[in-house]
Each structure stands twice: as structure tokens, then as C-alpha cells.
């Protein structure tokens, strides 16, 4: 489906992506020692990593159904995606 970039689309033989694994886990190890393995700053970071991504979905969901909301003609399926909306 090509949602990834080039570089993370290959799988392994677990059929898993394995440079995205790799990358992930290098991003892992540098956050782990930039913040001293200090787990009360890394959980406040996965705190705001959480915040962001929920944030980030959620004007994603909006956008999906204002765009809907904005071709559909019938009443019924219109009250139905003001609901979906909020």
C-alpha cells in the first residue's frame, strides 16, 4: 500500500518491517541516554508524545467528516455525521 518510506517497506523473513524496527530502536537508545534513563522525564515525554498523536487523530477525524458533511445531501446521513463529528 506504500504508506511507509522506501526505506522502511522492507520486510524481513518474519514479515515484519525490519529497518523501521532497527530505526526505532536506535531512536529508542538515543532518547534513553539524552534523557539520562531518567524515567520520570521519559515518561513525561511519552505523556506528551501521547497527547500529541490523540491530537493529531482527532483533527484527522474532523477534517474526514467536515469534508463529508460538506458533498451530503440527505438530512438523515447529515445528522449522522454532525454526531460522528463531535
Not at 54 to 60: D, E, I, P, V
Amino acid at each position: 500500500d506504500r504508506y511507509l518510506p522506501r526505506q522502511l517497506h522492507t520486510r524481513g523473513d518474519r514479515l515484519a518491517f525490519s529497518n523501521g524496527i532497527v530505526l526505532l530502536a536506535g531512536a529508542a537508545i538515543l532518547l534513553v541516554w539524552v534523557y539520562g534513563a531518567d524515567s520520570t522525564r521519559l515518561i513525561q515525554l511519552y505523556i506528551v508524545g501521547v497527547f500529541v498523536s490523540f491530537t493529531l487523530s482527532q483533527t484527522g477525524m474532523v477534517r474526514h467528516w467536515n469534508r463529508l458533511l460538506a458533498d451530503e445531501r440527505d438530512q438523515a446521513q447529515r445528522r449522522h455525521m454532525i454526531r460522528s463529528r463531535a
